[in-house]
């Protein structure tokens, strides 16, 4: 109800902004110049956060950002099955049919993965989200995947993509080859006190509104609510427009984010 009271476009905390209109924080920047290292050296990358910590958005922002001609980017967005259910994921992607047993999927994908780079020319990178689920067993394959001994060079780029726990439990003995061939890890951060402010405003000119809205009580009222992650920020300053707007008042304060955190609980 408040886009018309504030006479924006659309719901500017929306997370389905697209990916060239997300704010770049100092983390995101540096995570993305690892990222695209990590392409450099077709290795495995770990990137971890905490929930609502924007690491799916930073992966978005980065194959959007990718030349198809030359990157080939397969994304499995979770996978809580079998091996056998992964490569069923991944040979989907790559429009490979899908295989009866998993030695003879294991071959069809990395004879495609081969395929890509050197007859293609395309850069494959394979994307795990949510990855923190992964059983023992698919993490395993997933790095027999990417081994190509016989090779000066690797052929595939491995990105796993999951919560903080998982940086923990890939240190555990039973992954010890797996984590000793990591050669990028990133623990993206939440914003900072400094870039929540920006972030608002950010956000509210992607619809259409260029005037201050968040007065200093209303974003340090955020900042403390939120732990200045992403998705929370989000969702909090779209429950305090609400307010604001039902208040019919033209400037969010702490009282009416106070109004905003009862309603959604945080």
């Not at 990916?19 to 050296?41: G, K, M, P, Y």
């Amino acid at each position: 109800m408040y886009l018309k009271h504030f006479a924006m476009t659309h719901f500017p905390f929306d997370h389905t902004l697209p990916s060239n209109d997300v704010f770049a924080t100092n983390a995101q920047t540096e995570a993305q110049i690892r990222l695209n290292h990590l392409l450099e050296l077709r290795g495995i990358g770990l990137l971890t956060g905490e929930p609502g910590s924007g690491k799916t958005t930073l992966c978005r922002r980065l194959t959007d950002g990718l030349h198809p001609g030359l990157y080939r980017v397969i994304y499995v967005p979770l996978s809580t099955g079998n091996v056998m259910d992964m490569y069923k994921s991944v040979a989907w992607d790559l429009g490979l049919p899908t295989e009866r047993s998993r030695a003879s999927a294991f071959r069809a994908i990395r004879a495609e993965v081969s395929r890509l780079l050197l007859e293609g020319k395309q850069q494959p990178m394979l994307i795990i989200d949510e990855a923190h689920h992964l059983r023992n067993d698919v993490l395993e394959d997933l790095r027999l995947l990417t081994n190509y001994e016989m090779d000066s060079q690797n052929r595939l780029c491995l990105l796993f993509v999951g919560l903080t726990e998982l940086r923990r439990r890939l240190q555990m003995s039973v992954h010890e080859s797996l984590d000793q061939r990591i050669v990028m890890r990133y623990q993206l951060g939440a914003l900072t006190r400094e870039e929540i402010a920006d972030y608002l405003t950010h956000r509210l000119r992607t619809a259409g509104y260029e005037l201050p809205l968040f007065d200093d009580s209303a974003i340090e009222a955020i900042y403390q609510a939120t732990q200045a992650l992403p998705r929370k920020v989000n969702r909090l300053a779209h429950y305090a427009l609400t307010a604001t707007a039902i208040a019919q008042e033209r400037i969010v304060n702490a009282d009416l984010v106070q109004s905003a955190l009862q309603e959604i609980g945080l």
